[in-house]
């Protein structure tokens, strides 16, 4: 057998390595999935009043959707009614706060920052973090904490330790504003996906 | 005029009075409150931001996917064993299959490599280009090594074909060609603008859902049957709708070496013929684009392993 | 029999996986509308929350658990379809049809095992002819082609017999029968196909048409007759029309011009 390649061959290995070349000078090292919070319509400002959008529950095929609330701290009010902690249009229970929570899944802790004046529990900061154990991205909380009724602090992120990376993410194909897409792995991690 | 007007008012007055009964809430503060307003020594805590698998993980995948290739060539090429491919294929369907739950995969990087050739905007991860591109290398040389015992979808239909028929040829040749369709609909799709692109492939993967052991009903239901099939039909996906399948027939064809049935050491017995479940034995010769190097031909063959061995005793 | 296990296994593994989606949509179904229910008779009072809570922490769990139930199941159907496959019996090999090209075809040469009884003889004749040669050793080759003569080849019976009555020693038999090749040790068809091996016929492809004949006939490996002892094939020389090559003799009938396809013809209405 001769050890020589045949013409055809370099040929096809000299277009594969051009294509490829071509490929690599423009490749990225890592891509990975990111909602776009200033698109997707849970968390897009003006978007009030319409139907709170579960497509990332509905669609991710991992089984608790690998999407989840996350509560930016920086930008969060800390209020002690918080809209997307409680159900602030339930009745109003007899400490003074709404008696329904909002979430479906009981995700959000609340807890006080230092003491709580007993008089005035208002007047005093409280923290809210999501479980993520619990949560699955329905986004109720993100609709209700948008301008106006909040500061927008909670926003829907893909946790990338949870998702299998799909090529044909299936939330993508389903998401009616093209929120969820494809980015190099430092800048979603950073959170520089954000559109300008 | 005036009464108009009035009217005017009166509906925005009572606009405003339902728009407050809907939002009895206001928001308490315009503003987050930071570290300093808060006091007492409060620390905002970090938002967890989980990070992407390992970067090392995904290149230890590519080299898998090499290292694999070439246990597949040597086993065919020099080891001529069944036996030996047939632990590649079980590992392949564990690692690459229900490991890594079936990405990334070269079928599916066909559309990525579409979309990043007419899309500017698009990011390639490098480790996808080396996916799509690894196996056509290989099968310019050595022929479709990547779908014998690399696979997993292969490795998987040939893991479960049991009793092989054979394809009468014309129907065989004819559903051929759906492979190519497929290729042509899958790029079609690809090329599409963002908003409506789709990766057809990956949706309709019939066997990714299995690997995952969760998806749409549909999906599980078309891969078990394609498996119930595949233990009579030798690999229904790899030979009439894989389109990576077309790319690499196409390939294979330059290739010089692969399976191979000996001149000097040959029967003409036809054994290997009546073995191979693909039809990729025309004239006692295999076909490169049609091998999909499962060494069955080697199994059946009189000449090969251990028969050899049994004369030489006698 | 643990391949018939294993079988079994996944059967059930996968009766138990559809049973278990079937009863997740229904029970999915009639979930939704308890939830939706509850939905509506909160806005009404407020009290009932803690019971809409908790049939969502129910959903929240039947779904974990039914995760887990479907990771074990399809666990034990991934390892009972491994078992299933790798107890699979193998399809038995075939022996190949067609002989060896190496193994050529010699006639006489040392006793080959026939595939058909050798047919009873009558040896009344051996002791005649030995009464007609004589009993020396120089009497051996008159012997042979007297006994060959009458039964067309060199029955082992016979040659037997001619050991006990003369002084002839089976060694010499086994010498002389085979260093000429016009004695044969095996029985002889009833007619003989003579296949010429001549370069015309070579070149023409008397390999092919030899190898069709006796695919044909069905004679085994390493003999020239047919079970049924109807032809006897032999590889001759030159028969002295190569313009016919390739060209078959049977009996005194000669055939040209063969193809394989066409090589089974020329036994005419023998065959």
């Given at each position: 057998m001769s050890k020589g390649f045949s013409r055809r061959q370099v040929v096809a290995v000299t277009g594969l390595g051009l294509t490829a070349g071509f490929l690599v000078k423009k490749a990225e090292g890592q891509v990975v999935w990111q909602i776009d919070s200033k698109s997707c319509v849970n968390s897009k400002l003006g978007e009030v009043g319409v139907k709170v959008c579960d497509l990332c529950v509905k669609e991710c095929v991992v089984t608790q959707s690998a999407v989840r609330a996350v509560n930016e701290f920086s930008k969060c009010g800390r209020c002690c009614v918080c809209p997307a902690y409680f159900n602030v249009k339930s009745a109003v229970g007899k400490d003074g706060l709404p008696s329904e929570k909002l979430c479906p899944r009981d995700a959000i802790l609340r807890k006080p920052i230092g003491e709580v004046d007993p008089n005035d529990p208002a007047n005093n900061f409280y923290e809210y973090v999501i479980d993520e154990a619990k949560c699955d991205g329905c986004g109720k909380c993100v609709m209700a904490c948008k301008e106006p009724a909040g500061l927008g602090s909670i926003v829907l992120r893909v946790r990338h330790d949870l998702c299998v990376n799909c090529n044909n993410c299936a939330i993508s194909q389903a998401c009616p504003k093209d929120a969820i897409t494809q980015w190099p792995a430092l800048k979603a991690v950073l959170g520089l996906s954000e559109t300008a | 005029m005036s009464r108009l007007w009035a009217v005017v008012a009166l509906l925005c007055a009572l606009t405003g009075s339902v728009w407050a009964q809907a939002l009895p809430y206001e928001r308490p503060v315009d503003r987050a409150p930071q570290e300093k307003s808060i006091g007492g020594g409060y620390k905002t805590p970090d938002v967890q931001k989980p990070l992407p698998r390992k970067g090392w993980l995904e290149i230890t995948d590519v080299v898998l996917l090499a290292a694999a290739m070439g246990v597949s060539v040597w086993i065919v090429v020099k080891r001529r064993n069944r036996r030996w491919l047939m632990a590649l294929s079980a590992t392949s369907v564990a690692y690459f299959g229900f490991y890594r739950e079936g990405c990334v995969c070269p079928i599916g990087s066909i559309q990525n490599v579409t979309v990043a050739l007419t899309d500017g905007h698009y990011h390639i991860p490098m480790v996808v280009t080396a996916t799509f591109f690894l196996p056509l290398l290989v099968a310019v040389f050595y022929g479709r090594a990547f779908c014998g015992g690399v696979c997993a979808l292969g490795s998987l239909q040939e893991l479960v074909l049991i009793r092989p028929v054979q394809v009468p040829k014309k129907l065989d040749r004819a559903l051929g060609w759906l492979k190519y369709v497929y290729l042509l609909a899958a790029i079609g799709f690809a090329v599409l603008p963002l908003a409506q692109r789709d990766f057809v492939i990956c949706r309709f993967d019939p066997f990714v859902s299995l690997f995952r052991r969760s998806g749409f009903a549909h999906m599980l239901a078309l891969g078990a049957a394609f498996l119930v099939l595949g233990m009579f039909v030798g690999r229904p996906y790899c030979r009439y709708l894989c389109p990576y399948g077309g790319l690499l027939a196409w390939f294979s064809r330059l290739s010089s070496r692969g399976v191979s049935i000996t001149p000097n050491k040959e029967l003409d017995c036809g054994l290997c013929t009546d073995a191979c479940p693909y039809g990729a034995i025309e004239k006692m010769r295999a076909v490169r684009a049609n091998c999909l190097y499962c060494a069955r031909c080697y199994e059946a063959c009189p000449r090969e392993g251990p028969l050899v061995q049994l004369r030489g005793q006698a | 029999?643990?391949?018939?296990?294993?079988?079994?296994?996944?059967?059930?593994?996968?009766?138990?996986?559809?049973?278990?989606?079937?009863?997740?949509?229904?029970?999915?179904?009639?979930?939704?509308?308890?939830?939706?229910?509850?939905?509506?008779?909160?806005?009404?009072?407020?009290?009932?929350?803690?019971?809409?809570?908790?049939?969502?922490?129910?959903?929240?769990?039947?779904?974990?658990?039914?995760?887990?139930?479907?990771?074990?199941?399809?666990?034990?159907?991934?390892?009972?379809?491994?078992?299933?496959?790798?107890?699979?019996?193998?399809?038995?090999?075939?022996?190949?049809?067609?002989?060896?090209?190496?193994?050529?075809?010699?006639?006489?040469?040392?006793?080959?095992?026939?595939?058909?009884?050798?047919?009873?003889?009558?040896?009344?004749?051996?002791?005649?002819?030995?009464?007609?040669?004589?009993?020396?050793?120089?009497?051996?080759?008159?012997?042979?082609?007297?006994i060959q003569a009458h039964y067309r080849y060199l029955p082992d019976e016979a040659l037997r017999r001619v050991c006990e009555l003369t002084e002839i020693t089976p060694a010499q038999i086994a010498g002389t029968s085979s260093f000429y090749s016009r004695f044969r040790r095996s029985p002889v068809g009833e007619h003989i196909v003579r296949v010429c091996h001549g370069t015309a016929c070579h070149v023409a492809g008397a390999r092919q048409i030899t190898d069709e004949l006796r695919r044909e006939l069905k004679i085994a490996e390493g003999e020239d007759t047919d079970p049924s002892r109807t032809f006897t094939i032999e590889e001759v020389a030159c028969l002295g029309c190569c313009s016919l090559a390739p060209v078959v003799m049977v009996d005194e009938h000669t055939a040209g011009n063969l193809t394989p396809a066409t090589a089974c013809d020329a036994l005419g209405e023998h065959a």
């Open positions: - | - | 029999m643990k391949g018939r296990a294993a079988g079994v296994v996944v059967l059930v593994c996968v009766a138990a996986l559809t049973a278990d989606y079937a009863v997740k949509i229904a029970w999915t179904a009639a979930s939704d509308v308890r939830v939706a229910a509850l939905q509506e008779k909160v806005r009404a009072d407020a009290g009932l929350a803690a019971a809409l809570a908790a049939e969502q922490k129910k959903i929240a769990d039947f779904n974990q658990a039914r995760r887990t139930r479907i990771n074990w199941l399809s666990l034990v159907l991934i390892v009972a379809a491994a078992a299933f496959l790798v107890e699979q019996p193998k399809a038995p090999r075939r022996i190949p049809e067609k002989p060896q090209k190496a193994a050529g075809v010699r006639r006489g040469g040392k006793p080959v095992v026939t595939g058909a009884a050798a047919p009873e003889i009558d040896l009344a004749f051996v002791d005649e002819v030995v009464a007609r040669e004589g009993r020396g050793t120089e009497a051996a080759i008159p012997i042979l082609q007297a």
